[in-house]
């Protein structure tokens, strides 16, 4: 796989190569958007590898002791 620095440095010398203006508005889309697919990446590769959700039922509350007195005396 390869790291952050090499993407941006490749996207930036295609954009140096094709004329594009380099300012920092376009090196911080840049840093931003690369960072942010390789995070998307990662979330998706987690949630690939994880274990298969296994829903359980819920146990029911405990009674307090108010709810078993009112029971008593009805």
């Known amino acids: 796989m390869l790291d952050r ?3 941006e440095m490749t996207v930036l010398q295609m954009a140096r190569i ?3 203006k380099l ?3 376009t090196l911080y889309t840049v ?5 942010n697919a390789l995070a998307a990446k990662e979330r998706y590769r ?7 959700y ?7 509350p405990r ?7 009112h029971s008593v005396v009805k």
């Open 5 to 7: 620095e090499s993407l």
């Open 31 to 35: 840093r931003n958007e690369i960072r």
């Open 54 to 60: 296994q829903w359980k039922k819920p146990h029911p």
């Open 18 to 20: 094709q004329g594009e």
């Open 63 to 69: 009674p307090s002791n108010n709810e078993h007195l």
């Open 46 to 52: 987690r949630t690939l590898e994880a274990p298969p």
């Open 23 to 25: 300012d920092r508005h």
